[in-house]
Structure formats: C-alpha cells, structure tokens
T-cell receptor
Framework: AQSVTQLDSHVSVSEGTPVLLRCNYS??????LFWYVQHPNKGLQLLLK??????LVKGINGFEAEFKKSETSFHLTKPSAHMSDAAEYFC?????????????FGKGTTLSVSS | DTGVSQNPRHKITKRGQNVTFRCDPI?????LYWYRQTLGQGPEFLTY????????KSRLLSDRFSAERPKGSFSTLEIQRTEQGDSAMYLC????????????????FGPGTRLTVL
C-alpha cells in the first residue's frame, strides 16, 4: 500500500529565509507524488506534481520539490519565504489500488512565516 | 467563478439526524471525488464517480454514508443517523478523467462543507 509521512507537523521561518518541508513516501511501485496547499477558508490547491518525468519538479509560487528514490523522499523547498506562504501543506501520493484516481494525503505541515 | 462549489458551507445538526451535502464540479469534468478531513489530519478518500457511475465506494466509512451523481453532473453525499464522530470537513473534488488506463489529471477541490454534530 502507498503512504506518505510528513516529518514535521509545524515549521516556522522568517520572511525571506528558505523553506524546507519534508516528506517521505512508501510505495511498491513508481509513485505519482504531489504537494497541495490549503489556505484558511480556501480549497486545496495543487502546488506541483511528480509523475516519473524530471526528478526536480517546479511548481507555482516559487516552490519546487525533488524526487529521490534512494531516500524515498519528496521534500518541498522555496528559496525565500513570503508572508503569503503561511498555510497548511500536504504531501500526497496517488493510490495505485484505485488506479491512481484516489489521493492519499499526509497529515500536513503548518508553515508559519514571521516578519 | 467556475471552480468546484459546495453547499452548504457549514452544517450544524443534532445526533441522529440525516444530512445531505451538495457538490457542483467544474462543468467539463467527468470525475468527481468525495473526501473527509478531520481536525489535524489530511483528507481521507471516500468515494468517486466517473460520470454517473460510482466506481469505488468501499472506502465509505459506514453504511450510513451514501453518495449519488444521478445525471453525471452534481453529486450529493448523505449521512444518515449522524454521530458526533461524523463531525468533520467534507471535501469534493473534480477532474478530467480518461477511460482505460491511468492518467493523472489534477483534482480541483471545493471549499468544503464543515459538519458539526451536537
């Protein structure tokens, strides 16, 4: 079965400093992996996705993630945090038991950005 | 706004009552999904439709939960005899779908319906 583990429940950074949100995955097959962001009172939004093409994936708002098979990791990074980045971030893997249609979410990481 | 919409946004009910939530997907999307998100957790997949066909429902939490998508457009999720443990955010998502084989298409999520069972 597929699963993801987000290693930090809460990350705090200062505006202008780098962001690192960590995610490890478990999958019997080559997985499809995603990062979603959830702002308060707004719907989940896809940040980026990995589907077995380039291992370094660029997303919206300056975020990127690197797929590392040897480490079973898919960490999310951003060089410089903005106040507007404060939100809940979810690492997600597609559920191969459901032909990849269902998504399996991690528990989330709350990103706080201080000025 | 042509995104996924959900109604109502909030629902407060008493234990034992039935509730129904509605989801209107993006118009050209033929796949529709329901998820549940409890406090401090990520969303949990419940069921999905390809057009009007419900292709997976084994992940519905109990037989008190049911979903329909009668004309392949909007969908409803009903919870009968609600319990306090049903209190959660219920999320709907839609995507384009392909027939035969897996091809990932981005799921677009609605804002959710927050259910509180007293």
């Amino acid at each position: 079965a597929q699963s993801v583990t987000q290693l930090d429940s809460h990350v705090s950074v200062s505006e202008g400093t780098p962001v690192l949100l960590r995610c490890n995955y478990s999958s019997s097959y080559s997985p499809s992996l995603f990062w979603y962001v959830q702002h308060p009172n707004k719907g989940l939004q896809l940040l980026l996705k990995y589907t077995s093409a380039a291992t370094l994936v660029k997303g919206i708002n300056g975020f990127e993630a690197e797929f590392k098979k040897s480490e079973t990791s898919f960490h999310l990074t951003k060089p410089s945090a903005h106040m507007s980045d404060a939100a809940e971030y979810f690492c997600v893997v597609s559920d191969l038991d459901q032909a990849g249609t269902a998504l399996i979410f991690g528990k989330g990481t709350t990103l706080s950005v201080s000025s | 706004d042509t995104g996924v919409s959900q109604n109502p946004r909030h629902k407060i009910t008493k234990r034992g009552q039935n509730v129904t939530f509605r989801c209107d997907p993006i118009s050209e999307h033929n796949r529709l999904y329901w998820y549940r998100q409890t406090l401090g957790q990520g969303p949990e997949f419940l069921t999905y439709f390809q057009n009007e066909a419900q292709l997976e429902k084994s992940r519905l939490l109990s037989d008190r939960f049911s979903a329909e998508r009668p004309k392949g457009s909007f969908s409803t999720l009903e919870i009968q005899r609600t319990e306090q443990g049903d209190s959660a955010m219920y999320l709907c998502a839609s995507s384009l779908g392909t027939s035969g084989g897996d091809s990932y298409n981005e799921q677009f999520f609605g804002p959710g319906t927050r259910l509180t069972v007293l």
